[in-house]
């Protein structure tokens, strides 16, 4: 195993000895690194959208529910959040390298075997299995980037980082379009095999094994489970909440019990030797900060996000492919403004950066709070590019400071903090944002349908109606004549977008909240990463 010790003398010694043998360049090279890891991410990042596209060809190829279908999804994310944290400490304890690679594999299998599946259960099964790997994969790409990059290179190579994960996240609904459009809902998965193998192949070829002196050498097994359970009874009950409801007894029953596992974990934390996550580490404000900003960018961008793909697809009526171009003015800007974020951050710190960042956020959400039926391109176009300059720098930005922040034994650890805090934040943003618009259309739906003049409703008729609405269908009977279909629909538009607007006026809020959160971050003081890295 490579000390820290060894590449500290590395680091001292006279620039002829310190010049790597040709046959051995490749290995441990800094923007190499960065190359193969992303590859790796892009994979992951890339599957969290692309399949929201592939679902209902999966529900019709395999004849699932929508609430199979749905679980597609939720189970991916669920073993995904509840594990990440753990995935890191497995990757500061073995070896980020050896972690990151056989999450490749996993995650490649997995998506394999979903293409080769016969059945919603199968295809679940190897969901949550993608998710599992997924966690194994994340954080220790962040742990590589800050164990190979010195402490004044890190920001540009998070920069490099974020806008790949941003790209694959916005490019998933255009890609999943054409393959799914084109070629068949396996190739979606398919697609992740040869990536899975260039990812391996890069993996074995450049990635260096970097690992702290005082590394922990024992697992905090008792940490693991409570920390484990207080993640899934919070994400699960986010994700049953609108099935429940948010007054009903399962859900405060779960979220009652998250609680209760946090404040378990919190007190065991202070008794075990080597902890999961020592609480020490949370006396650091600048970090602490950089996890309650990535939580609140992601309940602002994710949340709001959520209901733009309704209003694209089913207001405006354009296929899954269009409405992932309309969205490209975000991806370029975060492709964009990534690495310029992350140079700007290594220039003035992240403080500045960040509170501007999530001032830009508020101002688009607010934006696109006022988004109507008839709304043009030109004016979507502004917004959305105007959200991906502002998320570019939190993205950045955030990561750096809890990566940053951490110890170099912790790196592990903080990615999955990084990561686990944007998936609970996701979550968060698309709940609480769901149950604001479900809540926004029940008010307006029947005196809306009421002033049209249509047909008088049943409550059970309108509470489905309200069903479709929120997600900005018309309810239509099957023969509804024409005229009245358009009424109909007219009245499902106006409804959605008034729900929709409250909706993004919320996340404005939350991102108003953001900026007073940034101006608590600073630099991580990492002399330890400047020392144990390799000079570029």
């Not at 060894?6 to 441990?28: F, H, Q």
């Not at 590589?144 to 998933?172: C, D, H, Q, Y």
């Not at 379009?177 to 192949?201: C, E």
């Not at 694209?312 to 269009?322: A, E, R, T």
Request: charged content about 10%; overall charge neutral; hydrophobic content about 55%.
């Amino acid at each position: 195993m490579t000390s820290q010790t060894t590449v500290d003398k590395a680091d001292k010694a006279p620039e002829p000895v310190s010049v790597p043998a040709p046959a051995k360049r490749l290995r441990g090279h800094p923007w190499l690194t960065l190359f193969s890891v992303a590859i790796g991410v892009m994979m992951v990042a890339l599957d969290g959208t692309i399949v929201a596209i592939a679902n209902p060809a999966i529900q019709k190829d395999l004849g699932a529910s929508f609430a199979d279908v749905q679980w597609i999804t939720n189970g991916y994310f669920l073993a995904l959040a509840v594990t990440l944290i753990t995935a890191g400490k497995l990757g500061d304890r073995f070896g980020h390298r050896q972690t990151f690679l056989i999450g490749v594999i996993g995650f490649a299998a997995a998506s394999g075997a979903i293409g080769l599946s016969d059945s919603i259960a199968l295809v679940v099964t190897f969901r949550v299995f993608q998710g599992l790997f997924g966690a194994l994969l994340m954080p220790a790409a962040l742990g590589l980037l800050r164990a190979t990059f010195p402490a004044e290179k890190l920001n540009m190579a998070i920069g490099i980082w974020g806008m790949v994960i941003g790209a694959s996240t916005a490019g998933g609904p255009i890609l999943g379009g054409l393959l799914v459009q084109h070629v068949s809902w396996q190739s979606v998965f398919f697609i992740n095999v040869p990536v899975g193998v260039i990812a391996l192949v890069l993996g074995l070829l450049i990635l260096k094994d970097h690992r702290a002196e005082n590394a922990p050498r024992s697992f905090d097994i008792l940490g693991i489970v409570l920390l484990s359970g207080a993640m899934f009874c919070l994400v699960w009950a986010l994700i049953k909440a609108p099935t429940w409801g948010w007054g009903d007894g399962l859900t405060w029953t779960f979220l009652a019990a998250s609680v209760l596992c946090f404040a378990l974990f919190a007190i065991w934390e202070t008794r075990v030797k080597e902890p999961l996550i020592p609480l020490a580490l949370f006396r650091s404000v600048p970090l602490s900060a950089g996890v309650v900003l990535m939580v609140l960018m992601a309940i602002a961008f994710m949340g709001g996000l959520f209901f733009v793909t309704f209003y694209l697809q089913n207001v405006h009526g354009m296929s899954p492919v269009d409405s992932g171009l309309h969205l490209l003015p975000l991806t370029g800007m975060m492709i964009v403004g990534s690495p310029l974020a992350g140079a700007m951050i290594t220039k003035v710190g992240p403080r500045i950066p960040l509170a501007g960042g999530m001032l830009l956020t508020a101002v688009a959400m607010y934006g696109m709070s006022t988004l109507e039926s008839g709304t043009g391109s030109g004016a979507m176009s502004l917004w959305f590019a105007l959200l991906g300059l502002g998320l570019a720098p939190v993205m950045v930005g955030a990561t750096e400071v809890i990566v940053g922040n951490a110890p170099m034994e912790l790196s592990g650890v903080a990615g999955g903090l990084q990561q686990a805090a944007m998936q609970i934040g996701g979550s968060l943003g698309t709940a609480v944002l769901g149950a604001v618009m479900a809540s926004k259309v029940d008010n307006d739906l029947a005196g809306n349908w009421t002033d049209a003049k249509l047909p008088p409703l049943t409550p059970a008729q309108l509470d489905q109606a309200s069903e479709a609405v929120q997600v900005g269908v018309g309810p239509l009977p099957k023969g509804t004549p024409a005229a009245l279909a358009e009424k109909i629909t007219s009245v499902a538009h106006d409804t959605f977008i008034s729900g929709m607007s409250l909706a993004c006026l919320v996340a404005a809020g939350v991102a108003v909240v953001a900026i007073f959160v940034a101006l608590l971050t600073k630099r991580g003081a990492n002399a330890e990463a400047g020392a144990g890295a390799a000079h570029i």
